[in-house]
């Protein structure tokens, strides 16, 4: 049984739509965490956080913007999705103190048309 | 400018044989490394982890070996199943910041 969850798992969208890609997870976990994976390629960072109100770009620019209000939220949004924003989004979690194990979510397989 | 690579984009082995699945690194200050294992549509899930003062950790059929000097590691599984049949991410951190991974190798043990 999956401990965080993201919705939806498929979403094709016209361009220029708005779009919030939601992550949540009940482990309580500090740590949240955006990545981005395209197939046959390695899993990019975009953005973390380390508890609410606290939210960080990562190692890959991205357009999309996150936040964090509550600890078990962190949804993803894109103002204006285009092509180059089709992608597999991946969410996760870890606990401050562990073996920096983290868990992740399904994914949502975002096509932009 | 990639910090950990897989340059093995797929494998295939029989069943019962070992499979190998090799990874190196940039970085020699990672203190931590992992292997993910993830299916098609789902998250990557956890399989094992080495911390840098080791060079061996085994959970099971499941090995993995590393080799500082060399700034290698890699993934042994003995014997192969088919349902070991996926794509398995390499990861490193450093002092527990996040993850940087590599682009993963298919696995495929055939029957």
């Known amino acids: 049984e999956a401990d965080i969850y993201q919705t939806p798992r498929y979403l094709v969208i016209g361009t220029g739509k708005k779009i919030t890609l939601e992550c949540s997870q009940t482990?309580?976990?500090?740590?949240m965490y955006w990545y981005q994976q395209d197939p046959g390629m390695e899993l990019h960072l975009i953005h973390y956080?380390?508890?609410?109100?606290?939210?960080e770009k990562g190692d890959l620019s991205s357009e999309s913007t996150v936040s964090r209000i509550r600890t078990e939220h962190f949804p993803l949004t894109l103002e204006s999705a285009r092509p180059s924003h089709t992608s597999q989004y991946l969410c996760?979690?870890?606990?401050?103190?562990?073996?920096?194990?983290?868990?992740f979510g399904s994914g949502t397989r975002l096509t932009v048309v | 400018d990639q910090q950990v690579k897989q340059n093995s984009p797929s494998l295939s082995v029989q069943e019962g044989r070992i499979s190998i699945l090799n990874c190196d690194y940039t970085?020699?200050?990672?203190?931590?490394f992992l292997w993910y294992k993830k299916y098609p549509a789902e998250g990557p899930t956890f399989l094992i982890s080495i911390s840098s003062i080791k060079d061996k950790n085994e959970d099971g059929r499941f090995t993995v070996f590393l080799n500082k000097s060399a700034k290698h590691l890699s993934l042994h599984i003995v014997p192969s199943q088919p349902g070991d049949s996926a794509v398995y991410f390499c990861?490193?951190?450093?002092?527990?910041?996040?993850?940087?991974f590599g682009s993963g190798t298919q696995l495929t043990v055939l029957p």
């Open positions: 970085n020699s200050m990672f203190d931590y």
């Open positions: 996760a979690s870890s606990e401050t103190g562990t073996n920096y194990g983290y868990t």
């Open positions: 956080s380390y508890g609410v109100n606290s939210t």
């Open positions: 482990m309580g976990h500090d740590k």
């Open positions: 990861a490193a951190t450093l002092s527990a910041r996040q993850l940087t």
